[in-house]
C-alpha cells in the first residue's frame, strides 16, 4: 500500500500533509539548513506514533520527529527524503501529583503552558529555555534544553525522571519512571539530548520543584562586556550562585528599547540579569555579597524589580531578544559555545575580534552564569552570502574549543555542527557513539544525517534538496 494511503489510515486524512505548500514549512526549523520532508504526519496516540514508525520503516522511509520547531540546529529538518512525525496532536498534561512533586506529560505540551498549570499548585519545571512560550517539552527533551535558571537547576536531563518512547522498530517502551533509581541501566540520560535519533518521546515522567518563598531580581550595570563578564566569574568564584545570571549588551538594550519599549539603561555597555531564590534572609546576604563584588568589577548602578510586574517586565525583554534584533538587521546568527567562565572576558574580546574582521555587528544576550556563548551575528541575506556568516560562526566556534569549550551549550548539534564534532571527539569517541546508537536503530532511519559526523543518509540527499537558506521570520 502507498506510504500516504497507510498514514491517512492510521491518522486520519487530515492529519497527513504532502502538498508541497503545506510542506513548506516544515522544511526548516529556527536555523538555517533546510530540506523539504515527503510527508507530515500529525497522530494523535502513542500507538499511533508506533503504527506510523511501523508503515515508515515498510516503505523504508526515514523518520523525523518534531516539536515546534525552534530548534537552532536544523535538529528537525528532514535528510534523506524522511517524513516529519509532528506531536502538536500530543498536548495533554495526564498528570500532575502534587504530593510526589512529578508531572505525567506528552511531547507536544508547550513548556509555558506546563509552567502555567502547574503555579496554582505552588511547583514549576524549572527548564525554561527563552522559547519557552513555543518549545515543547519534547523538543526540551530531544535538545537536552537549559535556560536562564539552568544555572541553579541544572538542564532538562535533571529533571527527566523517566520517558515512553517509540522505538525505531516501532515498539513502544518505557524507561525510568516516577519512581527514582529503578534498577538496570537508566537509559534516560542517554534518550535526553539525543535530538530525535534514538526514537519519539511520547509521554514524560517530569520532575517538579516547590516555588520558592522569595524571589530578588535585579539589573547590575557595567561600563563594557569585559567589566560585566568579569563580575559573573567573580560571583560563581565567590562561590554563590544565583538561580540565574544573564548578560545583555548594549546592541541588544537598544534593539529592545526601540522595539518592545524595554526601558534597558542603554547607558550601560552591558548588564547582569541577576535573579536570587530561597527564603528571605538567605536571598538578602546573597544580593548584598553579589552587589559587593559586582561594584569591585566596575558596576556603576544596581536597579532592582520591586514588584513583580517588574520582575516580569524584564525577563519578557530578556526573553524577546532574538525578534528584537531584527530593528536592526533582518537576519541574525545566533551562535551556541559553551566556554569556562573564567575565560569569557578574553573570549568575548576574540569574538568581537572576528566580528570586525568580517564586517558584522555582533548582540551578546546569553546565560553568562553557565558559561554559554551566544554571539548573534547581524546581517541582512539580501545582500551578505551567508556562506560569509558561516565562516565567521565557524571561526568563533574554534575560538571557544581552543579555550576548552564545547560546540554547544544547549542548542544541540543536529545538521548545523556535525561536521565540527572531529575537533572535539577522538574517532573512538565517535565510534562508541555510533554503536550506541546502533542498539537502538541499526537501520538508521530516526533523524539520519544529524549529530554523528559523515552520516551517508545526509550524504545521500541530492545537493540541490539541502539548501542554505534563511529561516526568515522565525520567531513565533
Ligand atoms: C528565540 C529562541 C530562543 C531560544 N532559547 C533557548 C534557550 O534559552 N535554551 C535552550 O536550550 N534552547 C533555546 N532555544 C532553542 C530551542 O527552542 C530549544 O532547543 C527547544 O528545546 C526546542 O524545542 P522544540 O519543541 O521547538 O523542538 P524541535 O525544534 O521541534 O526539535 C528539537 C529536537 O528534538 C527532537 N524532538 C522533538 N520532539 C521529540 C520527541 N517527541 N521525541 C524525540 N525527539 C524529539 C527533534 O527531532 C529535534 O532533533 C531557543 C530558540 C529560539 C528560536
Known amino acids: 500500500m502507498d506510504l500516504l494511503v497507510r498514514l491517512a489510515s492510521i491518522c486520519g486524512r487530515e492529519n497527513v500533509l504532502s502538498d508541497p505548500e503545506d510542506l513548506l514549512v516544515f522544511e526548516y526549523d529556527a536555523g538555517f539548513d533546510r530540506s523539504a520532508p515527503s510527508a507530515v504526519v500529525v497522530p494523535a496516540t502513542a500507538d499511533e506514533v508506533s503504527a506510523v514508525v511501523r508503515a515508515a520503516r515498510d516503505a523504508g522511509v ?3 520527529p518534531r516539536g515546534a520547531g525552534t530548534g537552532l540546529a536544523g535538529g528537525t529538518v528532514a535528510c ?29 505540551v508547550v513548556n509555558a503552558d506546563l509552567g502555567a498549570a502547574l503555579r496554582p499548585h505552588g511547583l514549576f519545571f524549572a527548564p525554561d529555555p527563552s522559547s519557552q512560550r513555543a518549545s515543547t517539552i519534547g523538543g526540551n527533551i530531544g535538545n537536552n534544553a537549559g535556560g536562564p535558571h539552568a544555572l541553579r537547576y541544572g538542564s532538562v536531563v535533571d529533571h527527566v525522571l523517566g520517558v515512553e518512547m517509540v522505538l525505531p522498530d516501532g515498539t513502544i517502551a518505557a524507561f525510568g519512571g516516577r ?16 535530538e530525535g535519533t534514538l526514537g519519539i518521546v511520547t509521554k514524560a515522567w517530569l520532575r517538579l520543584l516547590p516555588l520558592p518563598e522569595h524571589v530578588h531580581t535585579f539589573l547590575a550595570l ?11 566569574s567573580a560571583i560563581i568564584g565567590g562561590g554563590i550562585v544565583p538561580a540565574a545570571m544573564e ?80 530593528r536592526i538587521k533582518p537576519n541574525n546568527y545566533l551562535n551556541d559555545a559553551v566556554v569556562p567562565r573564567t575565560k569569557l572576558p578574553e573570549v568575548l574580546g576574540r569574538v568581537n575580534g572576528i566580528a570586525d574582521r568580517y564586517g558584522y555587528t555582533i548582540a551578546n544576550m546569553f546565560h553568562i552564569g553557565d558559561g554559554n556563548l551566544h554571539p548573534v551575528l547581524l546581517f541582512d541575506a539580501r545582500t551578505e552570502p551567508i556562506e560569509r556568516v558561516l565562516r565567521a560562526a565557524a571561526e568563533i566556534l574554534r575560538v571557544a574549543v581552543d579555550a576548552g ?3 554547544s551549550g544547549e542548542h544541540g548539534i543536529g545538521v548545523e555542527k556535525e561536521d565540527f564534532m572531529t575537533w572535539v571527539f ?35 540527499i541530492p545537493t540541490s534538496r539541502i539548501k542554505r537558506g534563511l529561516a526568515e521570520g522565525m520567531w513565533v
Not at 519512581?179 to 542517554?190: E, F, H, K, T
Not at 557595567?222 to 559573573?232: C, E, L, N, S, W
Open 62 to 64: 526515514p523518520i523525523v
Open 80 to 108: 534523506g527524503g524522511a517524513i516529519v512525525v509532528s506531536t502538536s496532536r500530543l498536548r495533554n498534561i495526564l498528570e500532575i501529583d502534587t504530593v510526589g512533586r512529578s508531572a505525567l506529560v506528552e511531547p507536544g
Open 179 to 194: 519512581a527514582p533509581d529503578l534498577p538496570g541501566y537508566d537509559l534516560v540520560p542517554l534518550i535526553v539530548g539525543s
Open 222 to 232: 557595567f561600563p563594557d562586556v569585559g567589566t560585566g563578564a568579569r563580575a559573573a
Open 247 to 326: 548578560m545583555l549588551d548594549r546592541t541588544t538594550m537598544r534593539a529592545l528599547n526601540a522595539a518592545f519599549d524595554a526601558h534597558l539603561p542603554e547607558e550601560a555597555g552591558s548588564l547582569l540579569l541577576v535573579e536570587v531564590e530561597g527564603l528571605v534572609e538567605e536571598c538578602r546576604d546573597q544580593v548584598t555579597r553579589i552587589e559587593t563584588l559586582c561594584r569591585a568589577e566596575g558596576a556603576f548602578g544596581i536597579r532592582t524589580a520591586t514588584t513583580a510586574e517588574e520582575r516580569d517586565a524584564l525577563w519578557k525583554a530578556r526573553k524577546l531578544g532574538y525578534p528584537a534584533l531584527a
Open 405 to 407: 569549550g564545547m560546540l
Open 426 to 460: 577522538a574517532p573512538e569517541d565517535l565510534d562508541a557513539m555510533r554503536r550506541a546508537r546502533g542498539a537502538l536503530d541499526p537501520d538508521g532511519v530516526m533523524n539520519p544525517g544529524k549529530v554523528l559526523p559523515g552520516q551517508k543518509a545526509c550524504g545521500d
